[in-house]
Each structure stands twice: as structure tokens, then as C-alpha cells.
């Protein structure tokens, strides 16, 4: 089973940046999988913002985070990355990290509209946004 660990939320003001990253305990593979990025801000529902497919040669955005948030999977590094710009107050919340079965991860394809197709969950990291 995969164990997903999420790293780099912190408390940044608007406007400012972080890098969020995904990796596997136990020195397991993510190469197989395809990954979404998912949030839930305080008393809302989780929601999915962002994916990349097995290859990462396909990613697909929400509409608030397009242009500003870019997901990036690195091979050398065993890790999947969520870059965020221009932050907004909006966007503070417990940020997960979810792969998808390699048995359905499209090599040139993601989506991240249905959370149960994600089965492996990291424990998430929380970014604050505020002044």
C-alpha cells in the first residue's frame, strides 16, 4: 500500500508563494500512479484543484487556482510537487496529496473531479493564508 506523506504548508501572506510536496514512506515508487491535489478549506467540503497524469505530460487545473498553481512530478526524486503563487486568503486550508490506482492512471490523462477514484491519501499540510 502506498503511504503518501505531504510537506511545505505554512502561514504566508497574500500574494506570497510556497512549494507543497508529495512523497511515498517506505521508499515506494509513485511512478505508476497518477496525482491530484485536493484542499478543504475551514467548514467547507474537500475539493479537488489540480491532477497530473501517470507520464506528467497531462495536468488539468480548477478555474481559481489556473495560472497560479502548477503541479510538477519529478522521477529523480520520487516526489510530486505543487507549486503556488500569488496566494489569496481563499486558498488557506488542509492541502492532500492523492494517487490514483496505476490501473486507472491514464499515461496522457487526469482528472480530479471525482475524489473515489483517489485511493491512497497522504495526511495533508495545512496552508494559512493571511495578513
Same mark, same amino acid.
Given at each position: 500500500? !502506498?503511504?503518501?506523506?505531504?510537506? &511545505? *504548508? +505554512? !502561514?504566508?501572506?497574500?500574494?506570497?508563494?510556497?512549494?507543497?510536496?508529495? @512523497?511515498?514512506?517506505? *521508499?515506494?515508487? !509513485?511512478?505508476?500512479?497518477?496525482? %491530484?491535489?485536493?484542499?478543504?478549506?475551514?467548514?467547507?467540503?474537500?475539493?479537488?484543484?489540480?491532477?497530473?497524469?501517470?507520464?506528467? @505530460?497531462?495536468?488539468?487545473?480548477?478555474?481559481?487556482?489556473?495560472?497560479?498553481?502548477?503541479?510538477?512530478?519529478? %522521477?529523480?526524486?520520487? @516526489?510530486?510537487?505543487?507549486?503556488?503563487?500569488? !496566494?489569496?486568503? /481563499? +486558498? #488557506? &486550508?488542509?492541502?492532500?496529496?492523492?494517487?490514483?490506482?496505476? =490501473?486507472?492512471?491514464? %499515461?496522457?490523462?487526469?482528472?480530479?473531479?471525482?475524489?473515489?477514484?483517489? /485511493?491512497?491519501?497522504?495526511?495533508? #499540510?495545512? =496552508? @494559512?493564508?493571511?495578513?
Amino acid at each position: 500500500q !502506498l503511504q503518501l506523506v505531504e510537506s &511545505g *504548508g +505554512d !502561514l504566508v501572506q497574500p500574494g506570497g508563494s510556497l512549494r507543497l510536496s508529495c @512523497t511515498a514512506a517506505f *521508499g515506494s515508487t !509513485l511512478s505508476p500512479y497518477g496525482f %491530484a491535489w485536493f484542499r478543504q478549506a475551514p467548514g467547507k467540503e474537500r475539493e479537488g484543484i489540480v491532477c497530473i497524469s501517470k507520464s506528467g @505530460t497531462f495536468t488539468d487545473y480548477a478555474a481559481s487556482v489556473k495560472g497560479r498553481f502548477t503541479i510538477s512530478r519529478d %522521477a529523480a526524486h520520487n @516526489t510530486v510537487y505543487l507549486q503556488m503563487k500569488d !496566494l489569496k486568503t /481563499e +486558498d #488557506t &486550508g488542509n492541502y492532500y496529496c492523492a494517487a490514483r490506482p496505476p =490501473v486507472y492512471s491514464g %499515461a496522457n490523462y487526469c482528472r480530479f473531479a471525482y475524489e473515489y477514484e483517489y /485511493e491512497e491519501w497522504g495526511q495533508g #499540510t495545512q =496552508v @494559512t493564508v493571511s495578513s
